[in-house]
């Protein structure tokens, strides 16, 4: 609750937007700009998306509002993003899930992570965790973890924000390389996953770092690794995967702003333009830092050659697995 409330209380989000006037001489954006949230509200990535409407909306005199269709691992949102006009006012705030992990689980996910989109600015990462309610879960540390799950008579039960997820990736990795048997339950979100895990219905989470810090710090739940290369600032004293011995599981969540392919280059490079200034403003700078998303922004060049390369890597590895969720 003090997250969302966080979250309601951030000034002017779509109020102010809305409030301002719009363009008279035609030039985009001369109507609202839609920025589609492929998750609920209340995560990272919607989070995100706010505070950038919210910046863009005072920088370019226009209103961008955040649109939320989850469902699928980020594909229901990311499909209809991509049937959209490529006019600049449709927009994605595009992560992992519905570009690199999520696809290769269904076999008509409605668009190609690549050629669909305009991939216009990357706007940081961070990586997920792996926590445990400490009422249900007695591991002190992550060999304990491992061994109490190998303990258990039936597979434990981990949430995730959905199928096809980091987290939910994590888990299957995970249950490979460590020769655990887990249940994944997915949830249509980090918030309703977050409660059961709080509340004692759900032994394992399995989360991105941000929306799980606080319960964190607060003691509430356990930490055991991050998936990070190195420990983060947010938890500094969770250990991260290769310390625990699980060198080869690297996986986070990246944030972009992405649009439907061929986006003309006259809006693509205002959008970099404005989302570069956006990034390197005091309130979206203390936001980022606040949700843990590090990383410096990329342009279309180097943010396609990026998606490209974690679809073939990641998305391969992740088709290899044979999940299917059809």
Do not use: C
Request: aromatic share 6%; charged share 15%; glycine share 10%.
């Amino acid at each position: 609750m003090r997250r969302r409330s966080a979250l309601l209380a951030i000034p002017g989000l779509l109020t102010a937007a809305g409030a301002l006037a719009q363009p008279a001489n035609g030039a985009w954006p001369s109507r609202p700009v839609r920025i589609v949230v492929t998750f609920p509200p209340g995560g990272a990535s919607d989070i995100v998306a706010r505070v950038m409407a919210d910046v863009l909306s005072q920088r370019m005199n226009a209103r961008f509002v955040v649109d939320n269709r989850p469902g699928a691992g980020g594909t229901v949102g990311a499909a209809h993003v991509a049937t959209q006009p490529a006019d600049g006012y449709t927009l994605m705030l595009s992560n992992t899930a519905p570009i690199v992990t999520s696809p290769p689980l269904y076999a008509r996910p409605g668009y190609d992570p690549v050629t669909s989109f305009s991939h216009v600015a990357f706007l940081g990462t961070t990586p997920a965790v792996i926590t445990a309610n400490k009422t249900l879960v007695p591991a002190t540390d992550f060999a304990g973890l491992i061994a109490w799950i190998k303990a258990q008579p039936q597979p434990v039960a981990y949430g995730t924000s959905g199928i096809g997820s980091v987290p939910h990736i994590l888990g299957v990795l995970l249950e490979r390389e460590a020769g655990i048997r887990l249940n994944h339950i997915p949830y249509r979100g980090s918030a309703p996953m977050q409660a059961e895990l709080l509340g004692g219905s759900l032994p394992l989470g399995f989360d991105v770092l941000p929306d799980t810090a606080e319960n964190i710090k607060a003691d509430r739940l356990r930490a055991y690794a991050v998936t990070a290369a190195a420990r983060q600032p947010l938890a500094p004293e969770v250990p991260t995967m290769a310390e625990v011995g699980h060198p080869n599981i690297r996986i986070d969540n990246w944030l972009g702003l992405s649009a439907p392919a061929g986006l003309p280059a006259p809006i693509a490079e205002r959008l970099r333009t404005e989302t570069f200034a956006a990034l390197a403003t005091p309130e979206m700078r203390r936001r980022l830092d606040e949700r843990g998303i590090t990383g410096e922004p990329l342009g279309p060049q180097e943010f396609t050659s990026m998606v490209t390369q974690q679809v073939r890597d990641i998305g391969g590895a992740v088709a290899a697995l044979g999940i299917r969720q059809d």
